[in-house]
């Protein structure tokens, strides 16, 4: 499961397939903490953002969230569902989301965690006020990593 709203239904697939899934924040959440990355802000589709099954997994590591307001909430969900998802950068929203960053950093976050894969599509994660990490990126990767490990270890056995 590649998208992070989702992991909303996570327990339920894991429990009913065959093979190992996953879950999108937890690699995430593992690469914040190895970083020693305390206070984070989460952004994603208002499910996301407000909703445990993110959230507590990075919570579960030490790293607290800092509190977004409810106006930003509903602007950065209402930029992903009405234009990223179809395929639209607005450099209006990509400004907003700058400022949404600035303002974040203001609120002690130490790092923003795009919680959306579609949000990388508008924030450049290399050039911002705070590190960003894209939960698709280290989840894509973590992915691959335990492929290879997999396939390493059968080798080691043969």
């Given at each position: ?7 909303k ?24 903490a ?94 911002n ?27 080691a056995?043969?």
């Open positions: 499961m590649a998208c992070n709203t989702t992991h239904v996570y327990d339920a697939v894991a429990a009913n397939v065959d093979i190992p899934v996953l879950h999108i924040a937890d690699p995430t959440g593992d690469r914040l190895a970083d020693r990355i305390g206070r984070v802000a989460l952004l994603g589709t208002r499910f996301t953002m407000t909703e445990p099954y993110v959230r507590s997994r990075l919570e579960s590591r030490g790293i607290d969230l800092v509190t977004i307001d409810p106006a930003w909430i509903a602007e950065v969900d209402r930029i992903i569902f009405e234009e990223l998802a179809r395929g639209r950068v607005v450099r209006d929203s990509q400004r907003k989301l700058k400022t949404l960053m600035t303002e974040l950093a203001k609120h002690k976050a130490q790092a923003v965690v795009l919680g959306c894969t579609e949000l990388a599509l508008a924030v450049d994660t290399r050039a006020v705070l590190p960003v990490y894209d939960t698709a990126a280290i989840h894509a990767r973590a992915a691959v990593e335990w492929m290879l490990e997999e396939a390493e270890q059968a080798r056995a043969a």
